[in-house]
């Protein structure tokens, strides 16, 4: 027969989870960008659930019952073509990914903002959730573990330009296309995700007995 951990030692866990995200936030922030790979595991911890274990806000009991904090309007994107939903911008290298500045303005339920889709392509058939974006670290891209095959979806994501950014230089010999992503998404999506659920639980700390 094991021991329960009681109330105020699961309690302790989560503001220590805290700490660790925003000490990760920083550590990518000063530009460390890997960081992003340890914040899926926090994440992880905290919010993901599966037949054989329990995140740490399911074990509270407050995982349903919080709104939380996004940068994206809540909407499903039925009818778009093609939506990223991260600050982009071009650099020597050429372009990148950022997360969004500033405070996020909308609130929504876990359900939804764990299954926010993140970024589409309906063109490359990619529909990409926040969820997708942070297990797919987690578990296969240095998070927890290190998986030598990507599936087909988060290749396209994290390394083949999914989007298909280009620039187009006209030459004697005609035009040239060549890509300009200088990083993929799926580390600056973990880090304003991360900051998102830090929000949100930041916000509610004080509530949660």
């Known amino acids: 027969m094991g021991l329960s951990q009681t109330r105020d ?13 925003q000490l990760s936030m920083n550590s990518y922030d000063n530009g460390f960008e890997g960081e992003a790979k340890r914040l899926s595991m926090a994440i992880r911890i905290l919010v993901h659930d599966t037949n054989d274990s329990h995140s740490l806000l399911q ?16 909407t499903d994107h039925t009818d778009t073509l093609s939506f990223v939903g991260l600050s982009m911008g071009f650099t020597e290298k050429g372009l990148r990914y950022y997360p ?4 996020p303005q909308y609130r929504i339920s876990f359900d939804d903002w764990w299954n926010q889709k993140v970024m589409i392509n ?10 997708n974006v942070i297990l797919d670290v987690a578990h296969k891209d240095g998070g927890a573990h290190i998986d030598p095959i990507l599936n087909n979806r988060f290749a396209k994501l994290s390394r083949l330009n999914g989007f298909g950014w280009q620039t187009e230089t006209l030459t004697e010999s005609g035009i040239i296309k060549s890509d300009v992503v200088a990083n993929g998404p799926e580390l600056s999506i973990i ?3 991360a900051y998102e659920l830090y929000l949100t639980l930041n916000t509610e700390l004080e509530n949660i007995k």
Do not use: V
């Open 122 to 131: 309906k063109k490359a058939r990619m529909d990409i959730s926040r969820k």
């Open 191 to 193: 880090r304003q995700s």
């Open 59 to 74: 074990i509270l009991g407050i995982k349903k019952s919080l709104q939380y904090f996004s940068y994206l309007e809540p």
């Open 9 to 21: 030692e699961l309690l302790e866990h989560l503001r220590e989870q805290l700490q660790f995200i």
């Open 100 to 103: 969004m500045n500033g405070e």
